[in-house]
């Protein structure tokens, strides 16, 4: 591999962006190819490029042969983010569950009291405030994030950056009236409607979910549904953490 494209390949990963390091079997050449950039340095045909943005969108590094040309396709995509606003006792189950799930957790808190590796091993720990954090963080488009601690202090600033950000899925813990005084509070803050039916609240499938861990289970489950663009909201049910 030319060390111009291992360059590339670290600074894409440095800035969660999906990239592909294409190699012609036929001739051997090799290229980057970054499905939102208009170089196209193998001259591949419409379709060729179609193909190599499929295997990327599916994260699958694999021979592919289209068109009569055999091309090999290494993906290097960011793992999914989950992004998680209080350092909980839900959190300290849903972290390590998110984890072995193959995101890349952050937990931010900026009570330090809180978020401490004793109570969180191996887990990425922020202490600025949440507004501050994910600017830093930079949400993109394979980012969740759930907010968890109830503090409109704390919550509402990284409800704001999330709404703002393409994040694919944001959950916010409370009852039902927590949440209607949460999207008043934001709406006032001038989110329209739209903007707010974004935030899953409350966060978690409706599973019967009672115990920390359990509710845990109901928050990844659903933010793992939003993921794969799968049904995120049962109807006429209520999460037992909403009640």
């Known amino acids: 591999m030319k060390a111009a494209f291992l360059e590339r390949l670290l600074a894409a990963k440095q800035a969660r962006q999906a990239i592909a390091l294409v190699t ?3 001739s051997n050449a090799q290229a ?3 499905p939102v950039a208009p170089d196209n340095p193998l001259d591949l045909t419409p379709a060729q490029r179609d193909a190599v943005s499929a295997a990327l969108d599916a994260n699958q590094s694999d021979e592919i042969e289209i068109e009569g040309r055999r091309l090999f396709v290494q993906a290097r995509v ?10 909980v006792h839900i959190t300290q189950a849903l972290a390590p569950m998110a984890a072995l799930a193959g995101y890349e957790v952050v937990v931010v808190d900026p009570r330090r009291a809180f978020a401490t590796a004793e109570r969180f091993p191996g887990i990425n720990l922020r202490h600025d405030w949440p507004d501050e954090a994910l600017d830093a963080l930079q949400v993109d488009a394979r980012s969740a994030v759930v907010t968890l601690t109830h503090d409109p202090k704390i919550d509402d600033p990284a409800l704001d950056r999330a ?4 994040a694919f899925y944001i959950g916010a813990l409370g009852s039902k009236k927590t949440h209607a005084a949460r999207l008043h509070r934001l709406k006032s803050a001038g989110f329209d409607d739209a903007a707010l039916a974004r935030i899953h609240g409350p966060a978690g499938l409706a599973i019967g979910a009672k115990s920390p861990a359990e509710i845990a289970i109901s928050v990844l489950a659903q933010l793992t549904a939003a993921r794969h663009g799968r049904p995120t909201r049962l109807a006429d049910a209520t999460p037992a953490a909403a009640q």
């Open 24 to 26: 012609d079997l036929g």
């Open 32 to 34: 980057i190819f970054d």
């Open 78 to 87: 960011p793992a999914p983010r989950l992004i998680v606003v209080g350092a």
């Open 163 to 166: 709404l703002k950000s393409p």
